[in-house]
């Protein structure tokens, strides 16, 4: 009898010992996936900046720059919104994670979760397992359960497990306790190992969730750079804008023709695309053929790709951005606000205070 119970034991041992093995790496991720969901979450519900569309970010983003005033910045926006929106979002989300007791607050509320969840799949596979007398293979059937429990909480699955499923084990009551113990020691390693784990180790980073939820056609208007405001990427349709900006933001300048000869004025051009569709105006990309702005999908795409309708109305906010920052936008684009280009007496006039304002209304 003494030798079936040390042989019963042995066994169990290994069996608690291989399925830990098992279970380690599989929580650990999973503990992982679910912080990062979870700071992904919890950002949501505490910044305004991601609460709601991607047309509201945007106002956020804008009145970052603003209070910042810092061309650079602007710079990367106007060129790579993308990136820019991305490193916006990845730098909140750093910051918010720096503080390192809320940061293990979250890991340990999920991974609690979790071991809950690992600890009642045992139970619950003890007790199926001593209902059904009529089975030999408690291992297997057990370990049928166990899985089958866990399916939505770890990735594990059971053809991993086979090396232990023939295992002679004929208390399974034994097997239950022996489980529980060495999920106890696993827990101590686990804790230990969350506590000094980095965000950036994670599969899928917080920042990463949350960009998703703010992506979406990041198409420009190929003469001002406002960003496409569908929500769809590769939609159908064309491209479109509520507001477009001043062409001198891309560094457009007005050119002078005559028969003969053409050339470079310099003078930046402080008309926005939705003003100039109505105009007489026309346009060109590098050699291309003048164009005017009145047929302008004859151009072919990119620009044949968008929809600009005929609308004069500019957002303050750009208004005070050129007047603020023309000296830099001069020296960026070789340019000059000067004759045709000249910025309106009203545009100086525009406080960031009223172009902040104005912007959070729409
Ligand atoms: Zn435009
Ligand atoms: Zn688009």
Redesign the pocket.
């Known amino acids: 009898l003494s030798s079936h119970i040390q042989f019963g034991a042995t066994s169990v041992t290994t069996f608690a010992l291989f399925l830990c093995h098992k279970i380690e790496p599989a929580l650990y991720n999973a503990v992982c996936k679910r912080t990062a969901k979870a700071i992904a979450e919890d950002m949501q519900g505490k910044f305004p900046d991601f609460q709601g569309n991607r047309a509201n970010l945007e106002v956020c983003i804008l009145r970052y720059l603003a209070e910042q005033e810092n061309f650079e910045y602007y710079k990367q926006y106007l060129w790579s919104p993308k990136q820019f929106c991305q490193s916006y979002i990845e730098t909140r989300v750093r910051s918010y994670c720096l503080n390192g007791s809320r940061r293990l607050r979250i890991f340990l509320d999920c991974f609690d979760i979790l071991y809950k969840n690992i600890l009642s799949a045992i139970s619950l596979s003890t007790q199926i397992v001593k209902d059904r007398k009529d089975r030999e293979d408690k291992v297997s059937l057990w370990l049928d359960e166990f899985c089958r429990e866990l399916t939505e909480v770890i990735n594990l699955p059971r053809s991993d497990l086979k090396g232990i499923e023939h295992l002679e084990v004929t208390d399974i009551e034994f097997l239950s306790s022996a489980m529980t113990k060495a999920l106890d020691d696993l827990r101590e390693r686990l804790m230990k190992e969350l506590a000094g784990a980095k965000l950036s180790s994670f599969p899928r980073q917080p920042h990463t969730i949350l960009a998703e939820h703010f992506s979406g ?1 990041w ?1 420009q208007c190929p003469f001002c750079g406002a960003v ?3 929500t769809m990427q590769n ?1 159908d349709g ?3 804008v509520v507001f477009h900006r001043p062409q001198a933001l891309t560094g457009f300048t007005w050119w002078k023709i005559f028969p003969g000869i053409e050339y470079n004025t310099h003078e930046l051009i402080i008309d926005i695309c939705s003003s100039l569709v109505a105009s007489d105006c026309r346009f060109k990309f590098g050699g291309g053929p003048w164009i005017p702005y009145k047929t302008y999908r004859n151009a072919g795409p990119p620009v044949s790709t968008w929809n600009i309708l005929p609308d004069p109305s500019m957002q303050a906010y750009w208004k005070w951005f050129v007047s603020h920052f023309r000296t830099q936008l001069e020296a960026l684009y070789n340019g000059k606000f000067q004759g045709k280009g000249e910025i309106p007496e009203g545009w100086r006039r525009v406080t960031k205070q009223e172009a902040l304002s104005e912007l959070e209304k729409c």
Request: hydrophobic share 10%; charged share 10%.
């Open positions: 056609c198409a496409c405001t569908n939609h064309d491209h479109q």
